[in-house]
C-alpha cells in the first residue's frame, strides 16, 4: 500500500510543481497588472515632475529608512556610523542643505538681475545649484513657443526678449567651459573622458539635460547663420555627447543632415563636428560614422550637373578624410562597399538587360567607386589599402568593358582616368589602358563622314553616355579623339621611368603608326606624330640609361629604384606637362565657354592650339555647311580639390 502510494507520489510530483509555479506567475503578473492600472489611473491630470523635486523625494525617502534602520536594528546602525558613516550620508551632501541655501522666488518671472548674479557664480566658481537654476531657464529658452510643450509647467517664464537672447547665448558659449571647470579637466589631455571623473555621477544629469536642449534648440533652427553658430559651439561638446550614446547617435543623424544638404558654412561645420567625434568619442563610434558618411555621400551623388558638382567633389573629399583614421576599419567598410559594386557588374553581364546595364552606368555607381580610388591615392603607403587595387582595378576593366559603343565613350573616359591615377601613384603597378584608348581613337565610327548637328556641345565632365542626336557629329568626335589624346599622354608619362619603357609601349606604338597612316585628319595626324616621337625620344633616352647600370631584373630593389633622382628629365614627361597644362584638363567645374569656330580662309596654325583646334574640310557642299557649328569647346579648369590630387 505504502508503496502504491509512493508511486502515485511521484508521478503527479511534477505535475503539482507545475501547477504551483504556474499559479505563482499568474499571480504576480495580477499584481504587476494592478499596480499599471493605479498608476494610469489619474494619467488625464498627470503633470510632469520637476528632476530636482523628484531627486529630493528619493534623499527624504533615504533619511526615512536611516530612522528606521536605528529603531529596528540599533546594533547595526551604531557599526555602520562606526565603520562605514559615508553609507549613511551617501547622496546627502549635495541636497542636504538645498533648501536652505536656495532662494526662492516669489515670482516664477526671470529677471536679467537674477540671470547675471548666475552668470557670475559660474564664470567664478560654478556649483551644482546655479548649474540647475540656469540649465532650468535654457530648457524654457529652447522650448519657447513649441507646441509640444504648452500643457507642461515650466519653473520660469521669461518675457524679455533681450533675457532670452542672453540664456542662449551664454548656455551655448560657455556651459561646456563650466562642465570642464566642474568635473577638472586638464587642457593638455588630448583623449579626455569625462565619464572618468570623480564628480561624473553628480554631473551626469546636468550634462545629459543641457545637451538634450541642445539638440532640440539646434533641431528647431532655420537660419544658416545661427545654425553655423550652433555648431562652432558644439565642436567644444564632442566629449560629453561620447558619454551619452543615445544622443550621440541623434547629433550624428543631425550632423549628417546639414553636412548633405545645407550651405557651404554649415557644412563644413557639420563635418569638423562629425570629424572631431570619430576621433574622440571611443570606439565603436568610428564604425557609424563612416558608415553614415558613406551612405549620405552615395545619396548625394546621384546626381551630376554644374550646381551638384561641387557639393559631390566637397562630400568626396569629406569621406577621405574621415576614412584615414582607421585604416583597419576602413578596409572592412571598402570591401563591402567595394563587393556590392562587384555584384552589380556581375548581374549585368549575366542578364544583360537594360535595367542591369542602368545599374551600372549611372553617376551613383560610377561616384562610390572613384572615391575608392580617391583613397587609395591619398594614402598609398598603407598595405591594408593596397589589397583593394585588384578588385577596384577588375571593376573599372570590367566597366569599360561591358557596352563598347561610341555612346558610352564618356564613361570609359572617366573610368580610363581613374586607372591613370592609380597608375601614377603606384608605379610598380601596370595597368594596359592604352588599349582601351586605342579602341576608341580607331573606332570605324570615327572614320565615317559627320552628320550635321547645331546644338549645344557635349560637356563631357557632366555626362556618362551621349545622347543619339550628337552621335557622329563633328563636336563629338572632337571631343572624344581630344581627351583620348590627353589621357594617351598622361598614360605613357605614368611609366616614362620603367626600365622597361621600351618593350612596355611597343604594342600600343605600332597601332599608333598604323593609325597615323589611316588619319585624314591633319591635326589630329600631326599630334599623334608628334607623340609617337617623343615615344620613341623617351625609349632612346631609357635605353642609354638601362645600358650603364649593373644589375639584372632580378634584383627587384634596383629596378624599383631606376631613374628614381631623375624623375623630370624625360622627354615624355616634359611633353606630357606641356600637354596637360595646355589642356587644363576636362574634369573641373563642369563649365564650359563656347568658342566661335575657325574663318575657312584662316591659315592653319604650324603648332595646335591648346584651346582651338580646326577641323578637317570636306570637299562637300554638305560639310561646308557644317562649318558654322562649333568645332572645339573650350577646356575645362581644375578645381581645387582636383589640383591637389
Known sequence: MAKSKNKRTRKYAPKLKNEIER?????????????????????SSYQPQDEDLTDQNEI?????????????QKEFFEFLEAEGSNLLDFGLDQFSSSEEDEEPLEDTVLTLEIFDKWCEELLSKPTLKTIRLML?????????????????????????????????????????????????KNPEDEHYIPNRSKRWKNTKKYVKSYLTNLLHFLGNLTEPKMIGFVLKQTQLCVEYFGTIPKLCRTFLKKLLKLWGGSSATVRVLAFFNILDMAKKVPYPFLNDCLKGMYLTFVKNAKFVNPKTLPLVDFLGNCVVEIFGIDFNMT??????????????????????????????????????IRVWVKILNRYPNQEDLQLLIYPIVQILQGMIALIPTPRYYPFRLKAIKLLNELSSVYPNLYINSANYLLEMVTSPSFQKKPKPYTGKPMKLPLTLKANEQILGTKSYQNTILDESFILLVEYFAGYSYAI?????VLPALLRLKKYIKQCRNPYLRRRFSTLVDKINL???????????????????????????????????????????????????????????????????PEEPEPKRRKVEESSSSEEQSDDEEVDRVEDFVLSDSEESE
Not at 506567475?25 to 489611473?41: H, I, V, W
Not at 622597361?500 to 612596355?504: D, R
Request: aromatic share 12%; charged share 35%.
Open 136 to 184: 532650468g531657464a535654457f530648457r524654457v529658452a529652447c522650448h519657447v513657443n513649441d507646441p509640444e510643450e504648452d500643457d507642461y509647467k515650466f519653473k520660469y517664464d521669461i518675457l524679455d526678449g533681450e533675457l532670452f537672447n542672453a540664456i542662449t547665448m551664454f548656455c551655448l558659449e560657455f556651459m561646456g567651459s563650466v562642465f570642464d571647470i566642474l568635473l577638472e
Open 538 to 604: 623617351n625609349s632612346k633616352y631609357i635605353l642609354s640609361k638601362r645600358n650603364n647600370v649593373n644589375f639584372g631584373p632580378a634584383d627587384s630593389d634596383q629596378v624599383n629604384a631606376f631613374l628614381s633622382e631623375d624623375r623630370k628629365v624625360s622627354p615624355l614627361s616634359a611633353y606630357a606637362r606641356k600637354i596637360l597644362a595646355e589642356a587644363d584638363d576636362h574634369w573641373g567645374a563642369g563649365l564650359e565657354e563656347v568658342k566661335p569656330a575657325p574663318k575657312k580662309n584662316e591659315p592653319e
Open 60 to 72: 527624504k525617502a533615504h533619511m526615512d529608512d536611516i530612522e528606521n534602520l536605528k529603531e529596528s
Open 331 to 368: 578596409y572592412q567598410h571598402a570591401f563591402v562597399y567595394i563587393r556590392q559594386i562587384a555584384v552589380h557588374l556581375r548581374e549585368s553581364y549575366h542578364k544583360k538587360s537594360k535595367s542591369a546595364y542602368n545599374a551600372i552606368y549611372n553617376w551613383q555607381t560610377f561616384n562610390s
Open 500 to 504: 622597361a619603357f621600351p618593350e612596355l
Open 23 to 43: 499559479k505563482k506567475r499568474e499571480k504576480y503578473r495580477n499584481q504587476k497588472k494592478r499596480k499599471r492600472d493605479e498608476l494610469t489611473q489619474d494619467d
